[in-house]
């Protein structure tokens, strides 16, 4: 730990933990005994900020645990912020943690040299030291899917905002009415994104490619070509057998030899989709209109 940051707890009371099978464990004997008797749940460990007693949260496997940081020079305003995503993450029924600090620099050390992981980053731009615009590039190659909300006064920085792939923009002045629907729309798709994986399994081969990492599949001679976050793989099936056992409504046609993830599609433009990882693909002109409305489709039901 460095500096002044300090761990909270995102539930406020043991009934909602219970109401999502989530139960606190203050012994780490009991834990370890709990564990030795099931594979339904995981465990996370929380130092609390105030007694610095130990406790642990334990979650039914395939719940999402939300890891949040608030980032912000204003005290005030980083406790404001945590609080409005800790009512976020409740009216969700979402089991997280919300880390709150007051400098970047102890946010950039924590991600870059401790190898703190985070979902969703709530970071202040105007900021001494490092700002959050720099903050959002120096973390990128350590957190690459994390969904940053950018806060700040100046309408600018929204332009940059979305060269660096930022989830959304909340000006200070409408903090109340846009940042907690903000929040949610990002715990949303944070659940959207975890759980499922493709696995490519012959005779000497067995791999699992999380769905949530797997940007789009071309066709490359009998085989599909499935590039992902963690490189390129290869399955000798047709695209469209990888497409139906994909099965999932996220992976759409965009041309007759590919097929796209749409929660990583950044803007469809002058007839190309634009991914997060800044590839950008053709859209065939007999695709353009099905592929736009599929995706106003999809982020309409789903945020």
Not at 61 to 71: E, K
């Amino acid at each position: 730990m460095k500096g002044d940051r300090k761990l909270a707890i995102g539930i406020q009371d043991f009934c909602s933990l219970r109401e999502q099978n989530a139960y606190y464990v203050d012994k780490t004997q009991m834990i370890e005994e709990f564990l030795d008797g099931t594979k339904d749940f995981r465990a996370l460990f929380i130092e609390t900020k105030t007694s610095g007693s130990r406790i642990f949260i334990l979650c039914k496997r395939g719940d999402t645990m939300l890891r949040i940081a608030v980032c912000d020079d204003d005290k005030a305003a980083a406790q404001a912020h945590k609080e409005i995503a800790e009512r976020c993450l409740q009216q969700c029924k979402s089991v997280g943690e919300t880390a709150v600090y007051t400098s970047s620099d102890n946010l950039l050390y924590d991600i870059a040299e401790d190898h703190f992981f985070f979902d969703l980053i709530l970071l202040d731009i105007e900021m001494p030291g490092n700002s959050g615009m720099e903050i959002a590039e120096k973390i990128k190659p350590y957190l690459p899917n994390v969904k940053i909300i950018f806060i700040t006064s100046y309408i600018e920085y929204a332009i940059d905002a979305f060269e660096l792939s930022i989830f959304r923009y909340v000006p200070k002045n409408d903090i109340e009415q846009r940042l907690p629907a903000a929040i949610q729309d990002a715990v949303r798709l944070l659940e959207l994104e975890d759980g499922k994986t493709y696995t490519i399994q012959t005779n000497s081969r067995l791999e699992r490619i999380p769905y949530r990492e797997i940007y789009h599949i071309e066709r490359d001679g009998k085989n599909a070509c499935i590039t992902a976050a963690s490189g390129v793989s290869r399955v000798r099936k047709s695209l469209q057998q990888v497409y139906e056992e994909l099965g999932a409504e996220e992976f759409i046609y965009i041309d007759r030899g590919c097929i796209v993830n749409m929660i990583h599609i950044m803007q469809v433009k002058d007839g190309m989709a634009v991914l997060k990882n800044g590839k950008a693909l053709p859209i065939s002109r007999s695709h353009l209109q099905q592929v736009k409305e599929q995706i106003n489709h999809y982020w309409g039901m789903h945020i």
